[in-house]
């Protein structure tokens, strides 16, 4: 029996070279050879029959090889084909599917004609042939003495490895499998299971059923959900254990800023500020997500808590990712806030700006960038840090801002809806709160999905609006014309549009130009003497024009979900009725899929679940900044009791054993990189 700690170069049926691969992808030991899970399983009990037409899903096929041919083309480029028929011979388009890979010149020496073989692909109808592009193939070797773990039988297949095929690698797994020692393979995770944790990795690499491999991908990723959440919940306890300062007892200038509101804040506003002045009020520092739908009013809850903090004679500050939003913020502020004799102070890469006289100290409330970070912004007693679309900062970033302060109370803001499995995972450690309704007196908004729209109609519906005294936004996925990509840019647009409206003045704005360029031409949109605006996704966040009712966004398929949702969330924000367009000649099915999401419903926190579904968490927050990279059942983030069961057993195990030193304490290894004391707040 092998024991499953040892280490793979000891096991004398694997190769120094084949160690060498295991070892540059991490794999050391048993434990993680036997971690290292099927991406997917074929069953290979029956194979699929050879295509007559094209395919909407992959198929696996079992053929053999009767022609192959490298084809040279362009400067240097080529292609290899192989022609495979099926098993029971065939005729042209019923029984024969060219495989094809493209600037692969190595191929063609592992496989040739007269090779069985088995492969996996969509299927597609070129110049009347069917073809699989780059299909995952596997040489079916004759006289194989393992041939049973190949054929006949539900099949794992990896990962490709560098240096190890997938028949040798299948071959590795299945004998190290049968030669583990079950007890070492059950003590991996000391954690409740359903079946065994060494039936469980038979299960995920060589099962009977498909049934058994969801029972047991279930099984490994709760634990691995456990040990996320575990993380999860010890960053929020080391943050509770800290100690802040009570502020918020004056309420003051909340008071008049709330009498001279000209309208009602919304329940949801309330609420949430009622559920921030209680965490101020707590020695314990805030550290809490303010989650609300594009127009649901997080700046006015934000600009609240901030003038508690203020009146609690510390300074507040707020970090914004753009130019363009942190310019938004300072304009919106001081409207409502100058009456009150507030100092703000507005800090970018490029100016700054003050609606008060005297020196940049005295400011009350600071607004900026991420100048606030890296220029010399000498804070006096910052006690209040909001921290706005905070998903846009890295990790680093956002702690480099708060620890400018002693302790501050921290208020990160999101516009963009989260699936509440996602925010268990990702915001886990925070205190949340949500705007679920929006202000009254916000105009209906309508989106109609244009497939191959005719320019003429699309055109004459702008010039009706602009004609009513309206302002549209004409969104562009690209600057400027791009070699590889055949789109429509925004500087064509700009010039096209210009002529297309020869009554009205058109304006261009895109992340490119100068600040002080996308400042004026935005200035020049806010008062009205712009009447479309020509733009890229530069306005996704931060813009707020209430006569802005028209939105036509072109090439709408090139677009992420969540990120359409942004972009439509800068019109109808005031009184009129709002319209936007999404234009499209995407024929893809998923593409389609995802605007008519958009069409049908405006409730950011549904489009959240289909852009989960569409695209799976990793795609939805990215991988890197939400930390989820690592995880091998990101597909399962989705299944919310899964992880509510792992977050409750998280809680369970701190309640029981808070500085995992005692009858926890295996579990501390697992945290130690992700609970850095240098992303906490400094208490000097």
Not at 314 to 326: D, I, N, Y
Not at 604 to 618: S, T, V
Request: proline share 4%.
């Amino acid at each position: 029996m092998v024991a499953c700690d040892e280490r793979l170069e000891k096991w004398t049926l694997l190769s120094s070279r084949e160690v060498a691969a295991f070892a540059a992808v991490g794999l050391h030991t048993g434990h993680d050879l036997l971690e290292y899970f099927p991406r997917r399983h074929e069953d290979r009990r029956r194979f699929d029959a050879f295509p007559t037409m094209p395919t909407s899903a992959p198929v696996c096929l079992r053929g053999g090889v009767i022609d192959a041919t490298r084809r040279r083309f362009g400067s240097g480029g080529g292609a290899y084909e192989a022609v495979v028929m099926d098993g029971a011979g065939g005729v042209f388009g019923s029984g024969k599917v060219t495989f094809r890979w493209f600037n692969m010149p190595h191929v063609h020496k592992w496989i040739a004609t007269g090779h069985q073989v088995i492969a996996y692909g969509k299927v597609k109808e070129q110049s009347g042939r069917l073809i699989i592009d780059h299909p995952e193939v596997e040489i079916i070797r004759e006289g194989d003495a393992m041939a049973s773990i190949h054929l006949e039988r539900i099949a794992p297949i990896y990962k490709n490895l560098t240096g190890i095929s997938q028949h040798r690698l299948r071959e590795i797994i299945y004998q190290f499998l049968s030669q583990a020692c079950p007890q070492s393979m059950r003590q991996r995770h000391p954690l409740p299971v359903d079946i065994p944790r060494d039936v469980a990795l038979h299960h995920m690499h060589f099962p009977e059923q498909l049934e058994q491999v969801a029972q047991a991908r279930r099984q490994f990723a709760r634990e691995e959900f456990f040990i996320m959440q575990l993380n999860v919940a010890w960053r929020k306890s080391r943050y509770h254990q800290q100690l802040g300062r009570a502020i918020g007892q004056r309420t003051t200038s909340l008071k008049q800023f709330h009498a001279n509101l000209t309208f009602e804040l919304t329940d949801a506003q309330k609420r949430s500020i009622k559920e921030i002045v209680a965490d101020l009020r707590s020695t314990r520092p805030m550290h809490r997500l303010l989650q609300g739908d594009v127009g649901s009013g997080k700046t006015l809850v934000a600009m609240a808590a901030m003038l508690l903090a203020i009146d609690s004679n510390v300074q507040a500050a707020l970090m914004a990712p753009t130019q363009l939003l942190a310019e938004q913020h300072y304009q919106t502020f001081c409207r409502f806030l100058t009456p009150l004799g507030i100092r703000i102070l507005l800090k970018t890469g490029s100016q700054d700006r003050q609606n008060y006289e005297g020196d940049a100290q005295a400011a009350q409330m600071i607004i900026g960038t991420h100048a606030l970070l890296y220029e010399s912004v000498r804070f006096s007693d910052l006690g209040f840090v909001v921290i706005d679309e905070q998903h846009k900062f890295g990790v680093s970033q956002r702690a480099s801002f708060i620890q400018q302060g002693r302790m501050p109370h921290v208020l990160v803001m999101t516009a963009t809806p989260i699936p509440r499995t996602l925010m268990m995972t990702v915001y886990g450690d925070l205190d949340v709160s949500v705007l679920d309704e929006k202000p009254p007196g916000r105009g209906e908004l309508t989106t109609s999905l244009r497939v191959n729209a005719k320019q003429a109609e699309t055109t004459r519906f702008v010039k009706e609006q602009l004609a009513q005294g309206r302002q549209a936004y004409l969104v562009y996925p690209l600057v400027e014309e791009s070699e590889s990509l055949k789109l429509e840019s925004a500087t064509d647009g700009f010039e096209c549009w210009q002529k297309r409206l020869t009554k009205f003045r058109v304006g261009l704005i895109h992340g490119k130009q100068a600040s002080e360029e996308k400042d004026h031409v935005m200035q020049q949109f806010r008062s009205g003497a712009i009447a479309a605006m020509v733009s890229t996704s530069v306005i996704e966040v931060g813009v707020d024009v209430a006569n802005a009712t028209v939105m036509v966004v072109h090439h709408a398929e090139r677009f992420g979900l969540a990120q359409l949702h942004q972009l439509r969330g800068r019109i109808g924000r005031g009184a009129d009725h709002g319209y936007c367009l999404l234009l499209t000649d995407s024929k893809n099915a998923d593409a389609l899929e995802k605007l008519q999401v958009l069409e049908r419903t405006s409730d950011g926190f549904e489009i959240a679940e289909a852009d989960l579904r569409l695209r799976g968490p990793g795609d939805v927050l990215g991988k890197v900044q939400s930390g989820i990279a690592s995880l091998r059942f990101t597909d399962l983030l989705g299944d919310y009791v899964l992880l509510a069961e792992a977050r409750a057993l998280a809680d369970q195990f701190l309640l029981e054993d808070p500085a995992l030193s005692g009858k926890h304490q295996y579990w501390r290894a697992w945290i130690t990189d992700l609970a850095d004391d240098s992303l906490l707040p400094s208490t000097a």
